[in-house]
């Protein structure tokens, strides 16, 4: 029987550890809701979400409830809007709609987010996606709970470099069209190489069409916990570090399959993956560069920094995989500067670096995450920026992203509010080179000569 | 059967597990298993009760037990086992 001191050690992980359950994640196919009315298709859509998800708020609170589990975020996501707009859209004004409805839906079922305002163009874009895409910055500054993402790349595809230069660019309209909120829009804009179809963290969430008509997917969190755990054996060896990170990890994880569990079966909806994810929030100690500087670095960015990072996202892996049944999304550690005190800290003190951050990338999670920087950043240093990334993620075959924030207005030295989870950052700066050339060429970067397995 | 930790921490004065344990009683909850300890001045109890008998919501119980707590001066929390089982049993 559970005995008084494992009930405490629960309960203080939950209370002084900040261990949460981050987000449930709703995917929802749209896929039944296609016609070539564009009316038609937006009343399916809102009707679809607002049935599907009428009970995903209420059932996360009676779960928080009975467990004592904060469950920070319930959100939704949806298959990507390019498809399921294709046939009706014939603008990017029409997809812009869309985005409307899915806002409505979204507030009127009461979730944090919904993501899924995609477009998947690893290798070529549709016209529809193009059309999406293109209609971005004014989705984004239009609505407040959309996400959207789109996936450049792919080990099996290659590059889309012509989407990559696209992307550039309408990653400084959206800045431009949202820069009375500090350019927030970008913080709602991600961009992929190898994107996963049940990822349940924003702004990167959609459903794949891989995926069944509904699904449940949960992303846990625990940095504040690892931490504590790991003041515990300061000065010890890597086994001793190691074994530590790997039996927390197994015990957060636990706590998401629990809920991801529950939730499944409250709302009558399958169970997907359980994405073991360490992610921070602004909260003081729930900090993933904490953790970093906890196993032996004055600040994040200091040499070491990487092998500390693969180290902690291998053993967060190792210690999550046993304790759920399917594991998915992203899974490992995030590295978000404006939503991680720590990384802020290091930044302003000048220890960490764009270039030291995208070599960390190379071994987490995912990529360079909620970064700020100059508003004049140019269009296609944004897209160089994107192109290494992708490249990152298409030679290593995992999933990279770029969600930069170019600050209309601000330059480096300044600092950026952005509000609630998504934190606070400062601006830093870009490598004042230019890429035009590299930039400016058309086509795609073939696949690596290691994607052919067959 | 569903098991129910209920949790009471928080500076010890006299009545704590009185008040508690009228309140279950009361509201037809029977206590499996209780143990205690002070860690650093700091009054800890847990209970494993059995609610199914109560024809109370599980919703309800625990805002009304964390009313008590107010009362008291305590933290008085109350949460399916299984949340415990997970994390600490393989």
């Keep these: 029987?559970?005995?008084?001191?494992?009930?405490?050690?629960?309960?203080?992980?939950?209370?002084?550890?900040?261990?949460?359950?981050?987000?449930?994640?709703?995917?929802?196919?749209?896929?039944?809701c296609i016609t070539d009315d564009l009316e038609k298709l937006k009343s399916n859509i809102f009707n679809r979400i607002t049935g599907k998800a009428k009970d995903l708020v209420s059932v996360g609170r009676e779960i928080e409830r009975e467990y004592g589990i904060p469950i920070v975020n319930k959100r939704i996501s949806v298959t990507p809007i390019a498809l399921v707009g294709a046939s009706a859209c014939k603008s990017p004004e029409d997809y812009a709609s869309i985005a409307q409805t899915l806002d409505e839906a979204a507030k009127e079922v009461g979730v944090n987010f919904i993501g899924g305002y995609s477009a998947l163009v690893s290798k070529g874009m549709t016209k529809g996606e193009e059309n999406l895409i293109k209609s971005i910055p004014m989705a984004l500054s239009q609505t407040s709970l959309v996400c959207s993402s789109v996936n450049l790349g792919s080990t099996r595809t290659g590059i889309n470099m012509d989407a990559v230069r696209l992307m550039g660019q309408i990653i400084k309209e959206t800045a431009e069209a949202t820069k009375d909120a500090d350019s927030l829009g970008c913080a709602k804009l991600v961009v992929f190489c190898n994107a996963p179809d049940d990822n349940p963290f924003m702004a990167g969430a959609f459903h794949g069409v891989t995926e069944a008509d509904a699904i449940i997917n949960v992303g846990v969190s625990g940095p504040g916990v690892v931490n504590t755990v790991l003041k515990k054996v300061r000065g010890e060896s890597f086994e001793v570090l190691c074994e530590t990170i790997k039996k927390t990890a197994f015990k957060v994880t636990r706590v998401g399959q629990l809920v991801a569990g529950e939730a499944s079966r409250r709302l009558g909806v399958p169970f997907g993956i359980v994405d073991l994810s360490l992610a921070p929030t602004p909260a003081v100690g729930d900090s993933v560069a904490d953790i970093l500087c906890e196993i032996g670095l004055e600040h994040a960015g200091a040499p070491g920094t990487t092998a500390a990072l693969a180290l902690l996202n291998d053993q967060v892996k190792k210690g999550g995989v046993m304790a759920s049944s399917y594991v998915g999304g992203l899974s490992g550690a995030f590295i978000p500067v404006s939503e991680d005190q720590g990384m802020i800290d290091a930044v302003e003190v000048g220890s960490l670096t764009l270039e030291k951050l995208e070599a960390m990338t190379c071994v987490c999670s995912v990529g360079l995450d909620m970064i700020a920087i100059p508003g004049d950043t140019k269009a296609s240093t944004i897209s160089g920026i994107i192109a290494d990334e992708m490249a990152i993620g298409m030679v290593n075959q995992k999933t990279t992203a770029v969600r930069v924030i170019p600050v209309i207005g601000k330059g480096?030295?300044?600092?950026?509010?952005?509000?609630?989870?998504?934190?606070?950052?400062?601006?830093?700066?870009?490598?004042?080179?230019?890429?035009?050339?590299?930039?400016?060429?058309?086509?795609?970067?073939?696949?690596?000569?290691?994607?052919?397995?067959? | 059967m569903k098991k129910t930790i209920i949790t009471v921490?928080?500076?010890?004065?006299?009545?704590i597990i009185a008040k508690v344990c009228t309140y279950l009683a009361n509201n037809r909850i029977n206590i499996l298993d209780i143990s205690q300890t002070i860690v650093q001045g700091y009054f800890n109890m847990m209970m494993i009760v059995d609610m199914n008998d109560s024809s109370k919501p599980f919703g309800d119980i625990a805002d009304e037990l964390d009313q008590i707590g107010d009362e008291i001066g305590v933290v008085i929390r109350c949460q399916r086992e299984d949340i415990f089982n997970s994390m600490h049993r393989v």
């Design chain 1, 1 to 32: 029987m559970i005995n008084i001191f494992e009930v405490k050690e629960t309960n203080e992980m939950i209370e002084k550890e900040n261990l949460d359950v981050r987000t449930i994640t709703l995917g929802i196919s749209l896929l039944d």
């Design chain 1, 412 to 454: 480096v030295g300044e600092k950026v509010e952005f509000g609630g989870l998504l934190g606070h950052a400062p601006i830093m700066p870009v490598n004042q080179y230019s890429c035009d050339a590299f930039i400016n060429r058309k086509g795609r970067i073939p696949a690596p000569i290691h994607s052919f397995k067959n």
């Design chain 2, 9 to 15: 921490v928080g500076k010890d004065t006299v009545g």
